[in-house]
């Protein structure tokens, strides 16, 4: 595999147009240095409607600045992590960013502390900050003294390094060692585990590749599970420090939802779904004719042979025209996207595995993958587009402040277009084969990862923030006992649980982002539903969704979705998405019946 800079340049994103050179990137730190001690100096006080909507356009221009900065010193990090000089840039933004942080921390507490007649006035007056102003107001209760959150604002490297500890880890200490199988040497690495051998037909290989990437990471456990549960006990701490109830009741408050909508979620899923995955654990072994199914054979292809091979312009050509229903505006962004340098497609040393999207405001939006030139890779570019797409309507539309949706919705406008790419090959299908392959890759490419994967990492990390609410110190086995636990309460005995599943919870950075695994299946659902009115709906139906992702962080979650026609408020669309699962199930194994693919 190649370093970072060996590969072609026309694979990597345009990174230089965020911020050119270090120098550029430097002198942003101190103007953004600069904006925030006029922005103390001139806003300790705000005393009228007219004088806090100038204050909040002055720190909207702050936090615009301050995305575009982060979002550069931090994506570089995960397209190369063994790059020391992009690590310690990283590093030393996080410490200056820490101490503007807490020179504008008096803020929020300032307008939290002012006159509730002045703030409905201003919310009057300029309805564009209606939303944030509510948000001071609801989370005030929570607030400290100024000269506490002055420390606090100071303390969030700290508070953050368990994220660089789990990175460093697995990225850079983790040594894996290639190995010889039938004359052929396998590379092991993250990537070629994740990307390609997890799901390698050949069952010796596929299982022996499991069982040496797992004993890599049991090297360090004791170590990962230290940093994970330093971090869950830190928001424990500033949970009980702020004068939350519960640690639950802190996290979520910050995605802005209910405590009931989140354990709904968990609770309908694991007894509506889990039959489901049972059934199509069953396929996968009848289709290999394995004597037993593992743990190491879930993520087999239905049809490994069938899956065609698509270019980076392939792909573009099946996306540009999968998603066109959502208009000429869409495409053109779509394209742009692509023209542009916006995806990072390379493979080399030091890749973080998987795909993200970042949307800094002021830019164009960045978008990293790592393309193995498979058909099941076109959905994974259309689900980044979407979140590509959202950001650019949501810049496009709001202002710095209200450009970022909670975290509960934001997989809603990505899997919208995912499914919506696999509703348009399903339709282009020109036999049952073909048709197959697509159903097969909507269960393990989408609703797998996010309904399956996601979801028990949910449960799992429910039940650690449970024990630490609890008071409960936990260890590498506690934290294996648990996962252990959810998979087999998930799968039953339709899985055998070999060494190393109990590792699983390792392989995710989505433990550091706060109650993010389960928003996975709250964006899958709502993109479930989405999507058929993107293909099935009207020209109107289209035109309510884009006017959503052009809403951004204005509204709320819930009502985002309601917006687009979605009520999140209880459990009826999970359980039709769920039904909706199991139906493409059904008909994968009636395909598999009629094709004679059982052994």
């Not at 221009?61 to 994506?75: N, Q």
């Not at 996306?319 to 340098?341: H, K, M, P, T």
């Amino acid at each position: 595999m190649k370093k970072r800079n060996e590969v072609d340049i026309n694979e990597t994103w345009a990174i230089e147009e965020l911020f050119e050179s270090d120098e550029v990137f430097l002198d942003g730190i101190e103007d953004l240095k600069k904006m925030s001690d006029i922005f103390v100096k001139k806003y300790k006080e705000c005393n009228a409607s007219d004088q806090i909507y100038e204050a909040l356009e002055a720190y909207s221009e702050i936090a615009a600045l301050t995305d575009r900065l982060s979002t550069f010193a931090s994506i570089t990090t995960e397209v190369d992590t063994s790059n020391s000089s992009v690590m310690k840039r990283f590093a030393n933004f996080a410490n200056e960013m820490s101490k503007i942080d807490a020179n504008l921390s008096f803020f929020e507490s300032m307008l939290a502390k002012t006159d509730k007649s002045l703030l409905e006035e201003t919310k009057t007056s300029y309805p564009e900050y209606k939303y944030y102003i509510d948000r001071v107001i609801d989370n005030s209760k929570y607030l400290l003294s100024d000269e506490t959150e002055k420390v606090l604002a100071n303390l969030i490297p700290t508070f953050d390094a368990p994220y660089k500890s789990y990175s460093d880890i697995r990225y850079a200490d983790m040594d894996f060692e290639d190995f010889e199988y039938d004359g052929e040497e396998i590379v092991l690495n993250h990537n070629t585990f994740e990307e390609f051998l997890e799901a390698d037909p050949r069952d010796d290989l596929r299982r022996e590749a499991f069982k040496r990437y797992h004993d890599v990471l049991r090297k360090y456990q004791n170590s990962d599970a230290s940093v994970y549960t330093t971090h869950v006990e830190n928001e424990k701490r500033i949970s009980d420090i702020r004068g939350y109830d519960t640690v639950f009741d802190y996290l979520l408050s910050r995605q802005d939802v209910d405590k009931e909508i989140y354990e709904n979620h968990i609770d309908t899923i694991m007894e509506e779904l889990a039959p489901h995955m049972r059934k199509y654990a069953g396929i996968i072994k009848g289709v290999y004719g394995l004597d037993e199914m593992t743990y190491a054979d879930l993520k087999l292809a239905i049809d490994p042979e069938y899956e065609p091979e698509v270019t980076i312009d392939g792909a573009r050509e099946y996306i540009i025209e999968g998603l066109s229903n959502l208009g000429e505006e869409y495409g053109q962004v779509l394209n742009r996207a692509f023209d542009e340098r916006w995806i990072d497609y390379a493979q080399n040393i030091g890749k973080r595995t998987g795909a993200f999207a970042s949307g800094p405001y002021g830019s164009h939006p960045f978008i990293m993958t790592t393309y193995n030139n498979k058909m099941s890779q076109v959905m994974t570019l259309a689900h980044e587009l979407g979140h590509a797409g959202q950001y650019y309507y949501s810049n496009s539309n709001q202002n710095a402040l209200n450009n970022d949706m909670s975290m509960y919705f934001v997989e809603a406008p990505s899997t919208a277009n995912e499914i919506t790419m696999e509703r348009f090959l399903l339709n282009k299908a020109s036999d049952d084969r073909e048709k197959l392959w697509v159903l097969a890759t909507m269960i393990s490419k989408t609703y797998y990862h996010n309904f399956v994967t996601h979801f028990i990492e949910a449960a799992f990390q429910r039940e650690v923030y449970r024990k630490v609410e609890a008071g409960e110190s936990l260890s590498a086995d506690d934290l294996n006992q648990i996962f252990t636990k959810k998979l087999e309460e998930f799968w039953g005995d339709s899985v055998k649980l070999v060494d190393g599943s109990e590792l699983t919870w390792m392989r995710q950075p989505h433990y550091y982002m706060g109650l993010y695994p389960y928003t996975y299946q709250a964006g899958l659902t709502i993109g479930t539903v989405i999507s058929d009115k993107i293909v099935n709906g009207s020209k109107k139906d289209v035109d309510t969704w884009i006017d959503v992702l052009k809403l951004g962080g204005s509204v709320g979650p819930i009502d985002l979705a309601k917006a687009a026609g979605v009520d999140m408020t209880n459990t009826k669309a999970i359980s039709e998405t769920v039904a909706f699962i199991g139906s493409l199930v059904d008909q994968i194994d009636e395909l598999c019946q009629k094709l004679g693919m059982y052994k």
